[in-house]
DNA sequence: CCACTTCCTTCGATCACCGAAGAAAGACTC
DNA sequence: GAGTCTTTCTTCGGTGATCGAAGGAAGTGG
């Protein structure tokens, strides 16, 4: 059913597998993972020694002797997240049962400079970090989901536009070392595809996560691992030339992008150049979801925008899936657009079994995702390693 | 250095060291692959001893005992691959060394339906399979590129432009029946793609190969293996709607697709209204190198096109390379405004470590590609696997 | 109450790989 | 040219993961 990034059968595997439901009992397992009922005993075993899964009482026969109910143990590990916008923080706790929990917001304007944003993250995070070891429960790691291009190590910060001092910056190894535990970076939309990834149902092998908001962004999984490319910059859509941005100059130094048209800033200047007085893509959700005309308008053309790229995508990649998150995500008009015109433009071979859906997982899709990648990586360390230990 | 499907250590693995030149002695594959040089010398034995690997003599000393040389064995395993055209067949013999022998072209007319083509096909490769039994050499198996869809699983032919009747034909399965050999059968830029990937120095781990020919097809590696998408049609770019192209109609049923004004058949067709006489996409190269004008304007033209709509693809994928392969990338001015719309269009952080370049393995590329791909999956088996067997 | 199913554990056996020890063969040094 | 160091490769026991057979525990259904 699911099939993580790990071997078949490894002890994150046999969790992963029990985290989601697809197995409740050690013959469940057997039955999923095609390995050899004793082998399946030995690891629940070291799982439910190592604090991490637990059983719980007896479930119903099927004809015979009723298995042992094992679940996620609640104490067990978490992993913190963290995903940035570029005026804000969202933050929260992620368990192995794949659940977002303590969620926070927290106003910070990333354009000013990336110290005092660092600041507030590991301030943050710290304090987060403390409820749930209060909780009784082991931080394992943080993920974090940054608005920008992230390197191909996952390091540093390279050349988000409209975000200036952030260039090369290391947030992963600053944030690593103020919080001495292990930081995995990396960009938004990649993260929201993790978790995206993993909340849809059937498991897609191949998917394109878009994410529409105030920029706009994608994240990539091909065979079941997100793909980051040969730079890191995998998923990048919003620097393609559209024929309705003509001209238009964008941040990138190119023209006619699509984010120049498409883009909820995009979309905000066009809606104050008529008067009306927007700031966030939430707002304009309210504005289409009021039935704001201009808005309406210009909502229903970023989507047909955004099919027209993504058509090519879909051609090009093939994908079972394509979810459309960010703000924007929420205006019927966008989503209905972006069918239309990948059912138009498409081949039927490639749209003929895809679905195109709005994503599941609501605002908290890049927290879970970055949570999840965290707790994929570094579950099985006994001990939370190294503090200084940061890796990619 | 070169890292294949398998796992790292397997014997395919050791195989392909030894065949690509990364190792000469066991030492080497000691260093290689980070295994112990017991099990290096175990397997090596394993391979010496199935006839796939042989000693020859001694290497020069590196300041102590003298390495002894490994090589592959000449009359080891072979794969047999055809490169099919829509109006003509390559075949050709692929050994252990990676490069391809007995090579033949036949002129077959593919549009004619598939009865008679399978018949040269099988025809054709069963007196080739003779007469490398006869050099003492056993066949693994056959690989296969078509030049049009291949379902998901590689056995049916799917709705070919220009072909009528190979729709949902079961090319894989009647010809492995014809001939008892296995078949693996993909489309013919997958193939392609397969070949220049391997034969690409160094390896890169996600790459796109462009074959312009007759028509316009891609293959696309991800993480060092085919990517095909859901439905088996990932690597689609013909049918993508281009300005230049405007209102065109394409055989997929659409306007304005790329193929409409950047292909072979559509540049050949431009030209015969000229009243210049031209068939294939020979034909056109041999105008081009002429300096024909307006051979070389619609090439260039066709390269911007093309250009463009791999900048999407560069900017989505972020490979490490983008190789043009196919006959007309035998034309520089197509390659030149390949690269220059790369270059303007991409965003820096894609196109800063990206190589450009004209396929490297010439017209045998399909072919190498083809019978790589059967040994890779059929060397280890000792014996040639079940007549009937045609796997995917 | 007895046969049969399902669930799970115990207990050798197997297989791949490792590392230590050493043998073979040469290079280097004084 | 004799001893020492390097490099290459093999032999041989050891370790760890997994498997399969056997069987015990706990049910269902006639």
Redesign the interface.
Known sequence: MTAPDEQPGSAAHVLELVANGSATSRADLVRELGLAASTVSARVQELVEAGLLAESGEGASRGGRRPRLLRVAEQGAVALAADLGSHHIRTGAVGLTGDAFDIDDHAVDLTAGPEPALDTLAERLGTLAERQRAAGRTVRGIGVGFPG?VDADGARI??PSRMPGWHLFPLRDRLAARLGLPVLLDNDANMMALGEHRAAHPT???LVVVKAGRGIG?G?I??G?L???????????S???V?EAAELPCS?G?IGCLETVASGAAIAAALREKGIAVDSATDILRLVENGEPHATTLVRQAGRDIG??L???V??????AVILGGALSGAQPLVAAVRGMLYE??????T???TINAAGCGPDAGLLGAGQAVLRRHTMTDAPPAPAAARS
Chains 1, 2 share one sequence.
């Open positions: 291009p390279i050349a897609p092998r191949h994608s990539v091909s065979d691992r793909h980051r490319g040969a730079r890191g910059s995998a998923g990048d859509i620097h393609v030339r024929d990138c190119n027209a790229v058509a090519v995508v051609n090009f990649f093939n994908p079972e433009r498409c081949l039927p071979m490639a003929s079994d895809l």
